[in-house]
């Protein structure tokens, strides 16, 4: 399992993606490619834990996760899972709170990763990861993003995919 690692984040309510690629395309983003996600979460004593599954591929993703002055604090570890018992065994000794599924359109600019995500049971949210580097916390990028794509955006979003699904 790999050190812990940081995002600086912009979470959403997008009620249309179009004007918002617009605005991608200007800051020099590309668009990456679509993904079909599964994120099946647990209950844990801190933080958020999840199980990843997309094209085949398995990661257990841990996370905390705080807010400031609209945007997202985020700590997360990602470790391989590829075992397919993993799911099972994870929800028979812990249990599970939600299961998320999306559609995730993924563009990408410099540092920040743009998700555009169609949740089933949701709808549309748009998210901004800057990722962190030793220095500096991303805030003023963030701002700097945020001021561009609001006029694009509704509500922010202060929780997990897991606090928008239906619980279980």
């Not at 920040?112 to 800057?130: M, P, S, T, W, Y």
Request: proline share 3%; net charge positive; aromatic share 6%.
């Amino acid at each position: 399992m790999g050190d812990w690692r940081r995002n600086r984040e912009i979470k959403r309510y997008c009620p249309d993606f179009r004007p918002v690629r617009r605005v991608l395309r200007t800051l020099g983003a590309r668009r990456v490619g679509v993904k079909r996600q599964t994120d099946t979460y647990y209950p844990v004593a801190a933080g958020r834990l999840k199980l990843r599954e997309e094209g085949g591929g398995r990661s257990l993703i841990a996370y905390t996760d705080a807010y400031s002055g609209g945007l997202r604090a985020v700590r997360y570890r990602v470790a391989d899972a590829q075992d397919h018992a993993i799911g099972a065994l994870l929800a028979e000794a812990l249990g599970v709170t939600a299961v998320v599924r999306k559609r995730r359109e993924v563009w990408r600019g410099g540092r920040v990763l743009f998700n555009l995500d169609r949740i089933e049971g949701v709808g549309q949210v748009f998210e901004a990861e800057i990722a962190l580097a030793a220095a500096g916390d991303g805030q003023a990028e963030g701002e700097r993003l945020l001021a561009l794509l609001a006029p694009h955006l509704g509500a922010a979003i202060e929780g997990s995919n897991e606090d928008l699904a239906t619980p279980l």
